[in-house]
């Protein structure tokens, strides 16, 4: 009686070990699937980050080049006002010739031209001068309410477009009081207040068709023999600006052609220096987009994952800002997460299945009536 008893317990606390070996059996599966599946997770990050990394290289390379394009670009215009600062009355065959050089080491340039401060009572003179040296019909003019160019209203004093290299193509601007427009008006008084060059925001241009961004840089020359120390001085003895023409696009093109562009990814440049609605100068959209693509609202540009890199254009901060298309992480994965995974799968189901045989194996045993004494090492 004691002995079934005894039996009867022994058998009880071996079959409570056969169920905690279950236990254990699913525990380790469902361990096995959570280190895989975190494994699978660590290295697709993993791959995700260096494709971040990279993209914040490619970034920072394209704020250098550009960065260094412009430089270049900007420094025609001291050439320009080294010119008037050290020849006497300048013609207009000795500007082309100086800036002829100048366009043959730079193809972007839309223009180079010379605005001189033009007092009122010396409009006609400067209209008749032009005429003689053969812009026929030469006079200074501003943009009408239709936006037609109409003879310039009376002012104390101009800032026409006198000089223009190339000319061609750029026939339109000859004349162009740059004080008539707000925005030109700000940077050539600046410019002429704080003696330093200075950039203007995006500006459509006269002489433009396109629907393409354009920036103007002034550089102000004064009056060699007198003091401009001063912000009055400056103001007294100012001669007039070089001034150079630029599109966003010509010079980002050119100088991002000699660069690798990752697919799938947007390219935006911005001044951080303009008004919120006039931040956009250059959007560059990925080849991977259907159709025509826009780059929606300056504000969403910076939501979401982008790539950031800023640069220093005389007076005024751009931005390069690389954004990449939904997709572009998983795109440019490789199998590596998906190996790991499989390759945890199949250890953790090896693992298992040993060890469900071996289970299956002692319950079938336990079954069949052996003796439990033989199992008394299994509890």
């Given amino acids: 009686m004691a002995k079934k008893q005894s039996d009867k317990t022994l058998a009880t606390g071996i079959w409570n070990g056969v169920a905690i070996r279950y236990f254990l059996l699913i525990l380790l599966g469902l361990v096995g699937l959570g280190l895989s599946l975190g494994s699978f997770q660590f290295v697709r990050n993993l791959e995700q980050t260096e494709s971040r990394h990279e993209l914040d290289?490619?970034?920072?390379?394209?704020?250098?080049?550009?960065?260094?394009?412009?430089?270049?670009?900007?420094?025609?215009?001291?050439?320009?006002?080294?010119?008037?600062?050290?020849?006497?009355?300048?013609?207009?065959?000795?500007?082309?010739?100086?800036?002829d050089n100048i366009l043959e080491r730079l193809s972007n340039v839309q223009a180079l031209e010379w605005i001189p401060r033009v007092p009122a009572a010396e409009r006609r003179d400067y209209e008749r001068i032009a005429r003689v040296e053969g812009l026929s019909g030469f006079r200074i003019r501003e943009k009408g309410p239709g936006g037609d160019m109409v003879p310039a209203g009376k002012r104390d004093e101009y800032f026409p477009v006198y000089y223009v290299a190339p000319l061609k193509g750029n026939e339109r601007a000859l004349g162009f009081d740059l004080a008539s427009d707000p925005v030109r008006r700000a940077a050539l008084?600046?410019?002429?207040?704080?003696?330093?060059?200075?950039?203007?925001?995006?500006?459509?241009?006269?002489?433009e068709t396109g629907e393409s961004y354009a920036f103007l840089a002034f550089r102000p020359v004064y009056e060699t023999n007198y003091p401009h120390n001063t912000v009055d001085n400056r103001r007294r003895h100012l001669s007039g600006f070089a001034l150079g023409v630029f599109r966003v696009a010509d010079i980002v093109e050119?100088?991002?052609?000699?660069?690798?562009?990752?697919?799938?990814?947007?390219?935006?440049?911005?001044?951080?220096?303009?008004?919120?609605?006039?931040?956009?100068?250059?959007?560059?959209?990925?080849?991977?987009?259907?159709?025509?693509?826009?780059?929606?609202?300056?504000?969403?540009?910076?939501?979401?994952?982008?790539?950031?890199?800023?640069?220093?254009?005389?007076?005024?901060?751009?931005?390069?800002?690389?954004?990449?298309?939904?997709?572009?992480?998983?795109?440019?994965?490789?199998?590596m997460p998906l190996m790991t995974l499989l390759g945890g799968l199949v250890v953790t189901g090896l693992l298992a299945a040993y060890r469900a045989v071996e289970l299956a194996h002692d319950v079938y045993h336990l079954g069949s009536g052996v003796n439990y004494d033989t199992y008394r090492v299994a509890v």
């Fill in 57 to 99: 290289e490619r970034v920072h390379d394209y704020v250098n080049s550009i960065e260094q394009s412009l430089v270049v670009h900007l420094e025609s215009l001291h050439s320009i006002a080294g010119l008037f600062n050290t020849t006497v009355g300048v013609d207009r065959e000795e500007f082309h010739r100086f800036t």
């Fill in 189 to 207: 008084e600046k410019a002429r207040d704080t003696g330093e060059m200075v950039v203007t925001g995006r500006i459509r241009l006269v002489q």
């Fill in 254 to 335: 050119t100088t991002l052609a000699k660069r690798s562009r990752p697919s799938g990814v947007d390219i935006y440049i911005l001044d951080e220096s303009a008004p919120a609605d006039g931040r956009l100068l250059y959007f560059h959209p990925s080849h991977l987009r259907d159709g025509q693509a826009s780059p929606g609202p300056t504000g969403r540009i910076l939501n979401g994952y982008h790539a950031a890199g800023a640069m220093q254009v005389a007076d005024r901060q751009w931005t390069v800002v690389s954004k990449p298309l939904p997709g572009y992480f998983i795109g440019n994965t490789t199998w």
